[in-house]
């Protein structure tokens, strides 16, 4: 099924998030299904991260266009409270531009191994294409040793292999590119203050991590 958690299980997923936002991103992402404040999923996260790097990552996500956020501001203490939404589509996007960009330059690897002879010494120093290896008189320019041509064939099925799965990955997650949040807010943890009473919640959780919303 084409869902956020689903999307998340895609190895290619998960490492990219890791990437953007460090080991709590995946997790802080499979719990943020619909709008959240910072504060519900410190909540969500049973304290064990903390507000400041929850709202760290989320900026990091930000940044990619990966959430999305309003803010609003209490009329009585002043403080503002920002509600988030993360894009799933943002991050297939994201990755299937990485993907295919990486699959262009292995497919120019390719051509280049197939239509050129490559030539090496026996020590495995820098391999070359035929043309510069003449140029110094097929003597390897490290070592000085003869250089010889090189048998390509174990790399071109590797690139081609390669490429192959690559675009498998970027066909799985195409699946996941019209995914849409659900509407639906994540659910505190039973010792969280409740949710409806943004005031509290925000005035406590400043004072807990020392840090005010600007
Ligand atoms: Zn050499």
């Not at 262009?104 to 280049?112: G, I, Q, T, Y």
Request: proline share 5%.
């Amino acid at each position: 099924m084409a869902d956020l958690s689903n999307l998340l299980k895609i190895p290619i997923v998960h490492n990219f998030l890791i990437e953007i936002g460090g080991e709590t991103c995946p997790k802080l992402i499979s719990l943020c299904n619909g709008s959240f404040t910072d504060e519900e999923i410190f909540n969500v996260l049973e304290n064990d991260t903390k507000l400041t790097k929850i709202r760290s990552v989320l900026n990091k996500l930000h940044y990619k266009g990966i959430a999305t956020y309003e803010r609003t501001r209490d009329k009585n203490s002043g403080w503002y409270t920002y509600t988030w939404n993360i894009k799933p589509e943002r991050i297939v996007e994201l990755i299937t531009q990485i993907h295919n960009e990486s699959i262009e330059d292995f497919e120019k690897r390719l051509e280049n191994e197939q239509n050129y002879i490559y030539f090496q010494c026996p020590n495995n120093c820098e391999r070359m294409p035929f043309e510069i290896a003449s140029e110094y008189n097929f003597k390897c320019p490290e070592c000085n040793s003869d250089m010889q041509t090189t048998d390509n064939t174990q790399l071109i099925k590797d690139l081609k292999n390669t490429i192959k799965d690559t675009r498998k990955q970027i066909e799985e997650i195409s699946k996941f590119k019209h995914l849409k949040p659900e509407e639906k807010i994540p659910v505190p943890s039973e010792t969280a203050e409740p949710i409806n009473s943004e005031e509290t919640i925000i005035t406590q959780k400043e004072k807990q991590t020392g840090t005010k919303l600007a």
